[in-house]
């Protein structure tokens, strides 16, 4: 069974802090990882997209590595700001009889004090 | 542009009423999309369009759930009759192509309690 799981549910840092949010999952067969942001009442938005042969990828103050070996991924948010509060969700997605059939972690929530 | 729009963005029914999403997808997408998140649970793919046809509807829980794109353009999603654990976050979603990096782009999402 497919299965995503991120740690940790939640946290709460300051201002300006950094952070790492993790994500391991065990899909099969592999097509790519997506980080998402899904900020309270909307939809999600995706960060970053990594596929099999890449093992970082940066999108501003935000970085997320893969490691297709261990099968882990990792989203590391630099000098947060308060706008950076927010569920974190990693998604795994494989490919299936010609779809790209996503499966979702439960997310982090992330909450950025002053 | 206008992204994907959900309407309507709450509904509450009675347990054995139906309602019917209604998902607009950008313009031009030729796939589509639905989610759902119950409470305390990861969101999980229901069912994919491409244009008017049913690409994979694996996901789709039962068959009180009916889902329609006549024409390809905007999506239905009936849900009939409804039972409490339906609650939940429904989500849609729309992507011009379909490939390994191709990013999807979700609706608000339509947040349904059944009562």
Known sequence: KNQVEQSPQSLIILEGKNCTLQCNYTVSPFSNLRWYKQDTGRGPVSLTIMTFSENTKSNGRYTATLDADTKQSSLHITASQLSDS??????VSALQGGSYI????RGTSLIVHP | EAGVTQFPSHSVIEKGQTVT??????????NLYWYRRVMGKEIKFLLHFVKESKQDESGMPNNRFLAERTGGTYSTLKVQPAELEDSGVYFCASSQAQGSRTEAFFGQGTRLTVV
């Open chain 1, 86 to 91: 927010a569920s974190y969700i990693c998604v």
């Open chain 1, 102 to 105: 996503p499966t979702f972690g």
């Open chain 2, 21 to 30: 999403l209604r998902c607009d997808p950008i313009s031009g997408h030729d």
